[in-house]
DNA sequence: CCTACTTTGGCACTCAGTGTCAACGGTGTC
DNA sequence: GACACCGTTGACACTGAGTGCCAAAGTAGG
């Protein structure tokens, strides 16, 4: 919900009104399930006109999607803050854990989120489609580290894509769970398995 | 477009409205851009009623992803059909080519509809989100294979993902260069890089 | 020919999302 | 303190997606 203080006035009520239509929004959708909500009871319920929403989010998907879209963008930047020598694999697995360290902070309101996702076909997929995103610039990313040529070598798109696979098993499986399971110890096992493709030396195909 | 003959006429006549409108909606979504293109326009071209739309397909979305719907439940078949002693890197590499196979077969049209798709966001997403789907049946099928418990083991699911990253992958090439480049070359590169964690001995982890 | 069933079209309705405009409220400047 | 400037807001109107409902048309079967 809330991030900085701000330092402007403006940016401080902007942050205010963001925030209350994401806490109405959240909490009618989490209740009522997303087709029954429309935007008119958030609207009603944060005190603002209908109007103003679509001011602050693109769409009704939006306003939950966006509570887990910037974990993708800090999980680039953890990605560019590992060390250069770090093998891939293990790179990857720190970004990822991060995020979903991240996630686990938010505790409660984060597993209903990501269970509400993940259970709205249209979040789920507005979810993915974000996600696409990341997988470019973690490739991106991952292409710089390594020097490889973004516009031939399949790697970097591979193994972005394996490593948002890992995460999003680990999402399902903690959001199955209804949180019991641990995430962390979760991200270990998947990355156990990805790790031989991630960080082999190319090449050592047996296909 | 069109798929079997089929046998009574009520069913024919079904088929060929379905067809009509295909036609019509996928020839001005390619020339006019998704958006741009409202469900007027399609049944207009297609000759029928508005309404009659929407008893064929559930949504604008619906129409263009259905065409390449189908495709994924042929990925799952075609994966049942692999000898079980193959490993897990060749049946899927199989079946993933086989898939893209099928998509070279309609050739143009295919290539378009590709490139529509991964063109517009609102496309792309329920793209992936099908996509999902194949890969809960993939993971199914792939669990049953070796006999793993689908509750507990991450690597039918991952494995499945890792399938699909690397049918994405390939998808993106073959769409960005314009059907320049070879799907099935652009495949063995990706299951090259993949292959060593789907066919690992599992517990070979290094990280 | 009459009946039962399916398909279709037309209509009205809800809701998401956008453009426009006028009113309001701070922020600076003279 | 009066002024002009700029961003935010609310209200209204409009397009387009998607759904429910009912009556008409076509089809199959007795």
Not at 34 to 61: L, P, Q
Not at 164 to 184: C, H, I, K, Q, Y
Not at 193 to 205: C, E, F, K, N, S
């Amino acid at each position: 919900m809330s991030t900085r203080p701000a330092a402007t006035l403006a940016q401080r009520k902007r942050q205010v009104v963001s925030d209350e239509l994401t806490g109405a929004a959240l909490q009618l959708l989490a209740r009522k399930g997303y087709d029954a909500v429309t935007i008119d009871e958030i609207v009603a319920t944060a005190g603002v006109s209908r109007r103003t929403f679509f001011r602050y989010f693109a769409s009704k998907e939006d306003v939950v999607v966006r509570f887990l879209a910037d974990l993708g963008a800090g999980m680039c930047a953890a990605l560019a803050a590992r060390p250069a020598a770090e093998r891939p694999s293990a790179a990857l697995r720190h970004a990822v854990a991060g995020t979903l360290a991240a996630c686990g902070d938010h505790a409660d309101r984060a597993l209903r989120v990501v269970q509400l996702i993940l259970g709205t076909p249209a979040l789920h997929a507005r979810f993915l489609e974000r996600q696409a995103e990341w997988r470019d610039e973690l490739a991106a990313e991952l292409a710089r580290r390594l020097d490889l040529d973004p516009g031939t070598a399949l790697y970097p798109q591979l193994a972005a894509g394996m490593a948002l696979t890992a995460f999003n098993t680990v999402l399902a499986r903690w959001s199955g769970s209804d949180g019991t399971e641990d995430p962390a110890a979760l991200l270990a096992g998947a990355f156990a398995v990805l790790a031989p493709a991630l960080d082999a030396p190319q090449g050592t195909a047996t296909a």
